[in-house]
Structures are given as structure tokens and as C-alpha cells.
């Protein structure tokens, strides 16, 4: 399964993701970055992605938990249960402080849970360390035959 070093950004909230794409610019971050609405649509383009041949598929996605339509919670579990999309890199961008959905995350297979940070400074530095990490450290899996 081949990735286009690619960002998809799951988040419903207009100004979340004018401040993400901000935090990643002023980061540094030049990977191109995708966004999606709501969880319907993030496993509308997934799932295109993946009946591709070869499949092009983000190198991480950074899924918000509160959606309309299908929620984080049930787009991870629908990722974790298919062969093409089980070893994509997830990491839970969220306000959320429930430790609830900090559970369900990872017993669901989130690779990563970070709080959205409150002042922007902080959250410069939150994607800037989120896009090292996940576009230059991450070893991905090898290709499945």
C-alpha cells in the first residue's frame, strides 16, 4: 500500500481547520493537506483511495472525535476492520478531555492522542512536532502483497 506522504485532516469546525493549516504552514509542515468534514466523508475518500491501483493513501490522517454524520470513534473502528486501511497511521486531534475517548481511541487502534492546544503557539508546536514524527521519523509498515 503505497502513501503520497499526504495529510488527512478529519474536522468539522471551520476555524479548527484554518487554525491547523496555520499551525502546519507557520510549522514548516509542506506535505499537502486534505480535509474533510465529517466522518461520512473521510470514509468516502479512504475507501476510494484504497480501491485504487495502486492505492494512494495518506501517510496519517489526524481524525477529530466529535463529527456529524459518523463520528471519530466509528470511522477508526471502520478503518481498524479493513485489510487496505487497518495500518494507516491515526492520530486523534481532539478538544476532548474525556478519558473515555481516550480509551475507546486507543483499545480502537489510535496510534496517537493529542489534545488540541488552546493557545496557538502551542499548537504551532504540537504540528510541528506531529509532522516530524509522522512524515519524517515514522517507519510505515512495509507494502502487504
Known sequence: MSTDACILLVED?????????RAFKKAH?????HVVSDGEEALAHLFAEASKDPPRLPAVILL?????????????RRLRADERTRRL??????????????????????????RKPVDFDQFVD????????WLVLN?????VP
Open 64 to 76: 477529530d472525535l466529535n463529527l456529524p454524520k459518523v463520528d471519530g470513534l466509528t470511522v477508526l
Open 126 to 133: 504540537a504540528a510541528r512536532q506531529l509532522g516530524l514524527y
Open 89 to 114: 497511521p491515526v492520530v486523534v486531534l481532539t478538544s476532548s478531555r474525556e478519558e473515555r475517548d481516550i480509551i475507546g481511541s486507543y483499545d480502537l487502534g489510535a496510534n496517537s492522542f493529542v
Open 13 to 21: 469546525n471551520p476555524d479548527d481547520v484554518i487554525l491547523t493549516l
Open 29 to 33: 509542515v509542506a506535505n499537502p493537506i
Open 139 to 143: 517507519e510505515p509498515p512495509p507494502e
